[in-house]
T-cell receptor
Framework: DAKTTQPNSMESNEEEPVHLPCNHS???????IHWYRQLPSQGPEYVIH???SNVNNRMASLAIAEDRKSSTLILHRATLRDAAVYYC??????????FGQGTRLTINP | DTGVSQDPRHKITKRGQNVTFRCDPI?????LYWYRQTLGQGPEFLTY????????KSRLLSDRFSAERPKGSFSTLEIQRTEQGDSAMYLC????????????FGPGTRLTVL
């Protein structure tokens, strides 16, 4: 399974944008980049995914580097409810999701 | 669409007892997955079903673990002769091949083995 690298933790302020980085230098051409987040005592929540082009949805934006070796999840205006562990996952042909340690995001009021 | 549901949400048992968890996927989702998550770690894949067929099992799924999805709808995960190392959050997810195969997770069942 292709591996991703994320910072262990990040901190931001409420109502400011947050950029969560993910490195995936061994990504293959068919791997999709998925982001999930997990709030305390809850199951993971799907956020967004993409292949090559940048993607936007109501929760976040996903910016994918041209060489696809890195990506950034962008929360445009963080709220306290965005405090969670964010996981960047590569998904190719296999059905299972392989979670790493993720980035623990703290939002300061 | 009520989302993935899991029952019970919490289970405390004594070592050596058997436990069974249930997962109800999103309606008409043909794939169903089980994951396990221990404290401070990301979820780890256990097994997945496509309709009734169990198509992949992780090495984590020892012979004390068995999962079923008899009619291609709900699934059960049974752990026999529980051990303290089985204490974890057991997560279920479902997806639809026709709808992009994104996995949606339930709230999990937290198992504590005393």
């Amino acid at each position: 399974d292709a591996k991703t690298t994320q910072p262990n933790s990040m901190e931001s302020n409420e109502e400011e944008p947050v950029h969560l980085p993910c490195n995936h230098s061994t990504i293959s051409g068919t791997d999709y980049i998925h982001w999930y987040r997990q709030l305390p005592s809850q199951g993971p929540e799907y956020v967004i995914h993409g292949l090559t082009s940048n993607v936007n949805n109501r929760m976040a934006s996903l910016a994918i580097a041209e060489d696809r070796k890195s990506s950034t999840l962008i929360l445009h205006r963080a709220t306290l409810r965005d405090a969670a562990v964010y996981y960047c996952i590569l998904r190719g042909g296999a059905q299972k999701l392989v979670f790493g340690q993720g980035t623990r995001l703290t939002i300061n009021p | 669409d009520t989302g993935v549901s899991q029952d019970p949400r919490h289970k405390i048992t004594k070592r050596g007892q058997n436990v069974t968890f249930r997962c109800d996927p999103i309606s008409e989702h043909n794939r169903l997955y089980w994951y396990r998550q221990t404290l401070g770690q990301g979820p780890e894949f256990l097994t997945y079903f496509q309709n009734e067929a169990q198509l992949e099992k992780s090495r984590l799924l020892s012979d004390r673990f068995s999962a079923e999805r008899p009619k291609g709808s709900f699934s059960t995960l049974e752990i026999q002769r529980t051990e303290q190392g089985d204490s974890a959050m057991y997560l279920c997810a479902s997806s639809s091949i026709q709808a992009g195969d994104t996995q949606y997770f339930g709230p999990g069942t937290r198992l504590t083995v005393l």
